[in-house]
């Protein structure tokens, strides 16, 4: 199995910056997607980027192109994500997620416990 642990979320001003940290352990072999989601109160948890950890292709969700970007560390099998000029709508609480399959913008399996990010106007 697959664990991954978030970090970095916290309180940010809107037009700041931030950068959520993703730690993969275990059966980090099988993996070959890594991406992120999010939640926001009262909806649907939604895609937000993704990578390819053997190609390094990446995904992103129309809504968030231009200012999040998604990297990987492989050897620390970790993924980042660099969130710059955050606005309020992007409060939620951001999510990694692993796939066994190299399947961009989908989630898989393995998810961590999720991580907060606040924006203050």
């Known amino acids: 199995q697959v664990q991954l642990v978030e970090s970095g979320g916290g309180l940010v001003q809107a037009g700041g910056s931030l950068r ?3 730690v993969a352990s ?5 993996i070959s997607t890594m991406s992120w ?3 926001a109160p009262g909806k649907e948890r939604e895609f937000v980027a993704a990578m390819n950890r053997r190609t390094g292709a990446t995904y992103y969700a129309n809504s968030v192109k231009g200012q999040l ?7 620390k099998s970790t993924v980042h994500l660099q969130m710059n000029n955050p606005q ?3 409060a939620a609480v951001y999510y990694c997620n692993a796939n ?8 898989g ?6 991580t907060q990010v606040t924006i203050s106007s």
């Open 88 to 90: 309020p709508e992007d």
């Open 109 to 114: 399996d393995f998810w961590g416990q999720g």
């Open 26 to 30: 275990g059966r980090t072999d099988i």
């Open 100 to 107: 066994s399959q190299a399947i961009l913008g989908r989630p």
């Open 69 to 75: 970007t998604i990297s990987l560390d492989n050897a």
């Open 37 to 39: 989601f999010r939640q």
């Open 20 to 22: 959520l940290s993703c």
